[in-house]
């Protein structure tokens, strides 16, 4: 029969083969594994090994590596980029590793759930122990200063991944410094307790201020009870930890904020080891969202620490057009049409919804455009702005032709915006 399909040594009607491509296509659909994400080959399997509540909305998700699979060690504040496949889809999100390094092969990170979000929920809800995600190699440079810096104090056969030489992201100045303030809110405390602890061991003095809305929704309640019971750890003092809860007290304030200087700066004085009781001598890390973090740097810098004493950390929710206000930087949120240059002469047009990120607007359209961290600091999904304008939300820095933007951040602001994807 002319135009027939050979099955099994017959000649099947067109048709009849098209039904029997179907149910063989029906039969591997059936298989596990059909469908899912190819993980990159530097990609780390992580078995869930434990679930631990953090508050009302949050949970200690503690991992372990597989035997001979060794996961590269880390320096206290970095972060980790969890690969999952979830409805069959690949999403990744970056959480800070909440744990210390010497806790290797198991590795903790602190998932607070988001309001309608994809990855926290189903990480909270759905994935059981003895279940198998992915992880990328640990990242960032939100770290310790001095010589705290270089002690990952863990065990492991691979270097930490240190910040590049000369970054200029968030760098605080090399002059050792023995006491160090943490201010973190909510989830923010996530990065900041594992840095904390390490002062501890080091024999360095730390302070403490803990931001939550309620007492519900307190992270790392017990852990700090723990450190401030002890005294701190090998020879550390913990000075000072204080809790502050939104929905009693109020927002966090300047007040609130100087007063914690002052109360620690007192305790500091009474110490007679010779530590600077001055606040402007101190360390400073932040973690937190960008608003909390504008309002204590701007006490801080108005106590006179210098900007080289501070460190900060944001996060946000990865949303799409969440929380940058448009109209009030004088902006008009509006769907665009840009394009995209993938080499030589090759171009291709992107839709980007109003307020929708271009690496957002790139997934949808399975343009596979480089990423990791989704949040900005990996810098992997890094183009150069050819012509046109995009603003970063999270900065509100509208960036010009011929820098260096990234698509996890940013939307376009014009119809004619081209970027460029190098090397």
């Known amino acids: 029969m002319a135009g027939g399909v050979m099955a099994a040594g017959l000649i099947l009607h067109p048709r009849l083969g098209c039904l029997a491509a179907l149910l063989a296509m029906r039969r591997c659909m059936r298989q596990p594994g059909w469908g899912l994400p190819v993980w990159p080959a530097d990609a780390i399997p992580l078995r869930l090994v434990s679930k631990e509540a953090e508050g009302r909305s949050a949970a200690t998700l503690?991992?372990?590596?597989?035997?001979?699979?060794?996961?590269?060690?880390?320096?206290?504040?970095?972060?980790?980029?969890?690969?999952?496949?979830?409805?069959?889809?690949?999403?990744?999100?970056s959480y800070s590793i909440s744990s210390l390094p010497l806790a290797l092969p198991k590795l903790s990170v602190t998932i607070k759930r988001v309001a309608g979000?994809?990855?926290?929920?189903?990480?909270?809800?759905?994935?059981?122990?003895?279940s198998t995600v992915h992880g990328l190699a640990p990242q960032g440079d939100f770290l310790l200063r001095g010589a705290a810096a270089c002690k990952p104090l863990g065990r492991s056969s691979e270097p930490a991944v240190m910040p590049p030489s000369g970054t200029s992201r968030d760098r605080i100045n090399a002059a050792s410094n023995p006491m160090h303030i943490f201010m973190g809110a909510g989830s923010g405390l996530a990065p900041l307790l594992p840095m904390l602890e390490t002062a501890l061991q080091l024999g360095q003095a730390v302070a403490l201020l803990g931001c939550h809305r309620d007492a519900e929704e307190e992270?790392?309640?017990?852990?700090?009870?723990?450190?401030?019971?002890?005294?701190?750890?090998?020879?550390?003092?913990?000075?000072?930890?204080?809790?502050?809860?939104?929905?009693?007290?109020?927002?966090?304030?300047?007040?609130?904020?100087?007063?914690?200087?002052?109360?620690?700066?007192g305790q500091v004085g009474g110490m007679k080891t010779g530590q600077p009781s001055t606040c402007q001598a101190w360390s400073y890390y932040l973690c937190g969202p960008t608003g909390w973090l504008e309002l204590v740097e701007r006490v801080l810098l108005d106590q006179g620490v210098p900007a080289t004493s501070i460190a900060k950390e944001a996060f946000s929710s990865l949303a799409e057009g969440s929380g940058f206000d448009f109209a009030?930087?004088?902006?008009?949120?509006?769907?665009?049409?840009?394009?995209?240059?993938?080499?030589?002469g090759v171009e291709t047009a992107l839709q980007v919804a109003a307020g929708q990120t271009i690496l957002g607007a790139a997934e949808d359209a399975a343009l596979p455009i480089p990423s990791a961290c989704r949040s900005g600091n990996c810098r992997r999904c890094a183009v150069r702005l050819q012509c046109g304008a995009v603003l970063d939300m999270e900065d509100g820095v509208v960036a010009d032709p011929g820098n260096t933007i990234l698509t996890c951040r940013t939307t376009p602001l014009t119809d004619e915006a081209l970027i460029v994807m190098e090397g």
């Not at 930087?329 to 995209?340: C, F, M, P």
């Open 117 to 130: 979000g994809v990855a926290s929920p189903w990480l909270l809800d759905t994935l059981q122990p003895g």
């Open 62 to 93: 503690t991992f372990e590596t597989p035997v001979g699979c060794p996961f590269p060690t880390f320096l206290p504040g970095q972060y980790i980029t969890l690969l999952m496949a979830i409805d069959r889809v690949e999403v990744r999100r």
């Open 328 to 344: 009030g930087r004088g902006l008009q949120a509006a769907a665009r049409s840009i394009r995209v240059q993938r080499g030589p």
């Open 219 to 265: 992270v790392f309640g017990c852990r700090t009870a723990a450190l401030q019971a002890a005294g701190g750890l090998t020879g550390g003092a913990f000075l000072h930890e204080h809790t502050h809860y939104s929905a009693t007290s109020g927002r966090l304030s300047p007040v609130d904020v100087a007063g914690f200087l002052q109360r620690t700066s």
